[in-house]
Structure formats: C-alpha cells, structure tokens
C-alpha cells in the first residue's frame, strides 16, 4: 500500500515540473525504447490524470514532444503503439532520424556529333547511371560524387542511338529520373575493316593459327590493312589495353575480346580470346582446334567487349 501511494505521489511531481516552452516534435518522428521494461508517468496529452506503466525494450513510439526537467536531463514526451501517453528519460530512447525529403537532380548537356558531353549535379548520396542502346544496358554503376560529368566524345561509341538516364537518392528516398537521347552518326566500320576481313576471310578453314588467335588478328591487319600493330603477348593482355566499350554491336572490323582459362606450357591462367567483327552480329576467328571460322558474337565465353585495333 505504501509502494502505490508513493508511486502515485510521484505522478503528481511529474505533472508539477512540466515547463511552459514545451517543444512540439517534428511530425512522423519516431523513437525506439532501448531499456527493457522503462517505467514513465503515464500521462494523457493535457498533462492530466493517467496511470503508471512499463514499456519492453525494442518498442517504437512516436515522439510528441521534447523538454528539460528540472535536474537538467532531457526527457522526450510519447505515444505508444497503443494510444498511451507518458515521459521517457533521452537516456532510454534511440530516436530514429525523421524521413528525408526528396533529393534534387540537375541535368547540363553540351550535344555533339561524336557524343554529348553530360553534367549531373545532386544533393543526395548516391548516384545512379545507366546508358542503353535500344533496350540493353552498356554501361551501368553507383556513384558517390554530387557533381560528375560523361564526356560521350570519348567514349568511341559505335554509330547508334542511345539513352543516357541518371537518377540519385539519400536514405532511401529516389529522385526524379533524368534522361537524353542521343545518336551517334558516322562511318559502320573502324579503320582497316574491309581489308583485314578480306585477309581473314582468305584464311577461313584453315587451321594454321589453331589457338594463335592473336597472330591471326594481328596478320589479318598488318597483311590485309597494313596496319603494324603493338605487340601483345596474349588476347587478355590486348584487351586490358584496346577495349573501349562493353556493348554486343561492334560494328565492322572492330576486334572483339573475351575470357578465356587455359593451360598453355603446364601454366594455368586467363589468356583471353580474340576476333574480328564482321558487324551483323557474327566474328570471324582462330577459334581453337576449330581452325579459322565464322560464328555468332556469343561463343559461350565471357564477352569483355570490343575495341580498334591499333
């Protein structure tokens, strides 16, 4: 008897030591209890009547109000999941940061003929872009800059139209989607094409170059094209440094790359494979023990993407 009368003293001195500047929370602010079975007045919103009553840890309220009592201590005034109402010590409560507003996205275009140059300005966290041609996806990644800039002139894109969209978010909440258009005009064919593919062409069946599948791109340009190439040591090492774009058109003439594990010499490693494009769609290579042949681009091994032989 003499706990509950005391307990109930204590409600009233609760009551007595709210201050007048109390301060309304920001609307949809919640908080969760991180002390197991938290007692606090229970208090109805007028600062009237109410009783005393727990509330387990890992429970979310919604703050209504914030003040300091009278030894200082901040304590946060709540409503529970079930409408009641009461004080909680800051000491027990982890307020959760109230809902961001919508990032903002800019979008600046310089166009050209060889590819635009493309400004985006953001004052979210992350930024997304994706570029396209016609519905597949050639170039996809998150970026953390809030200003960055695609210079599309140097990307060598092969002639084509694209779509180059952006979009950026901070804690989950996306931005507008900018997008533009644009197309790429111009030759079908890189330099040397025709005269490297006629070379090639000549070679079909033969099996001379059986796994020298660099050899075979390399004689294919410098004897059909004179074209007198660097010198590479494999297909993978060419494309650390030839390859320039990921897309599955690379027009006429273009050399095409791939991943390719292998045991050459008791060495196990990823030599790469290499071809030359006839730009439908199909490759011309040393492909193998299967000598000199025309396939499609997709031979089953990991496509890297294609680049000018140079």
């Not at 009783?51 to 200082?72: P, Q």
Request: proline residues 3%.
């Amino acid at each position: 008897m003499k706990k509950i009368i005391s307990f109930m003293v204590l409600c009233v001195i609760l009551v007595s030591m709210i201050p007048s500047n109390f301060v309304s929370a920001s609307s949809g602010q919640t908080g969760i209890v991180v002390n197991c079975n938290t007692y606090y007045a229970g208090l109805n919103k007028d600062f009237t009547g109410g009783s005393a009553f727990s509330i387990s840890a890992g429970s979310r309220v919604h703050i209504e109000g914030s003040l300091y009592n009278t030894r200082g201590n901040l304590v946060y005034y709540v409503r529970t999941s079930n409408g009641k109402y009461g004080y909680i010590s800051s000491s027990c409560l982890k307020v959760e940061t109230a809902p961001s507003s919508t990032p903002s996205i800019s979008m600046d275009v310089t166009p050209s003929a060889s590819g635009p140059q493309i400004t985006i300005r953001t004052d979210g966290t992350e930024l997304w872009y994706t570029v396209r041609r016609g519905g597949q996806v050639i170039a996809q990644e998150p970026i953390r800059l809030q200003v960055n800039t695609w210079d599309f002139s140097r990307w060598n894109l092969s002639p084509g139209t694209y779509t180059f969209e952006a979009q950026s978010n901070r804690n989950g909440i996306a931005s507008e989607c900018k997008a533009y258009t644009f197309t790429i005009t111009g030759s079908t064919a890189v330099r040397g094409a025709d005269g490297a593919i006629n070379w090639a062409n000549s070679k079909l069946g033969s099996h001379e170059y059986n796994f020298y599948c660099v050899a075979f791109v390399y004689r294919a340009f410098y004897h059909g094209a004179g074209i007198n190439s660097s010198s590479y040591i494999n297909a993978k090492t060419a494309a650390n440094h030839l390859v320039r774009n990921t897309d599955r058109t690379p027009p006429r003439g273009a050399v095409v790359f791939y991943d390719y594990w292998a045991t050459l010499n008791g060495k196990y490693a990823n030599y790469g494979h290499i071809a030359i494009s006839l730009g439908d769609g199909r490759i011309i290579h040393a492909f193998g023990r299967s000598g000199v042949v025309i396939t499609s681009i997709d031979i089953g091994l990991p496509y890297l993407g294609w680049g000018e032989w140079r």
